[in-house]
Each structure stands twice: as structure tokens, then as C-alpha cells.
Nanobody
């Protein structure tokens, strides 16, 4: 059974930083694009950033100056470094990955980790 497990969320003061991690575990043949979405109350889920297996990255324009996505392919792990956080970044952050499993390629999601930016 494939699982994506996020960690690193929590409460942080405005202007602070957090680093999210997401580990893929289970019977995985290959790992493709990995990334992060987020969802705030009353809003649609939005793409934050993703990173291809080649290392090519994509960011939502409004976040690219403060967020950095990276991955450790040997550990099947993707990271999201978030800096200079304002209260508007409060959301549940979801990890996702395009994975090749026994039945072929499919998209998998983590359970989400809460990030709260507040004084």
C-alpha cells in the first residue's frame, strides 16, 4: 500500500519559516513529479509548487520568492521550505506525487498538514 506522509506543519509567527517534508512509502516502481498544494478555509485547493524527477521546478508566481521546493530521490522525499510567512499562508498543505505502481502510473495524495501563521 502506497502512502504519502507529510510532516513539519504547525504554528509559526508572522515572518517565520517552516520546512515541510513528505515521504513516499510502499510498493513504488518509479516516482515522477512531486509537489504541494494548499487549501485555506472557503477557498479552492491551489498549486504551490512542483518538481519533476529531472529537478525542474514550477512555482505559483506569488510564492516563488519565498518558497523553495526540493526533493531527495534516494529517499522518495519532497520538501517545501517556506520563508517570511504572512498570516495569508495559513492553510492545510497537501503533498502529492505521480507514482508508478504495479497497475501503472497514478496520482497519490498525503493527508495534509496544517500550517498556521499567527502571533
Amino acid at each position: 500500500q502506497v502512502q504519502l506522509v507529510e510532516s513539519g506543519g504547525g504554528l509559526v509567527q508572522p515572518g517565520g519559516s517552516l520546512r515541510l517534508s513528505c515521504v513516499v512509502s510502499g510498493s513504488v516502481v518509479a516516482v515522477g513529479t512531486m509537489g504541494w498544494y494548499r487549501q485555506s478555509p472557503g477557498k479552492q485547493r491551489e498549486l504551490v509548487a512542483n518538481i519533476q524527477s529531472s529537478g525542474t521546478t514550477y512555482y505559483t508566481d506569488s510564492l516563488k520568492d519565498r518558497f523553495t521546493i526540493s526533493r531527495d530521490s534516494a529517499k522518495n522525499t519532497v520538501y517545501l521550505q517556506m520563508n517570511t510567512l504572512p498570516p495569508g499562508d495559513t492553510a492545510v498543505y497537501y503533498c502529492y506525487a505521480r507514482l508508478r505502481v504495479s497497475t501503472g502510473w497514478d496520482n497519490f495524495w498525503g493527508q495534509g498538514t496544517q500550517v498556521t501563521v499567527s502571533s
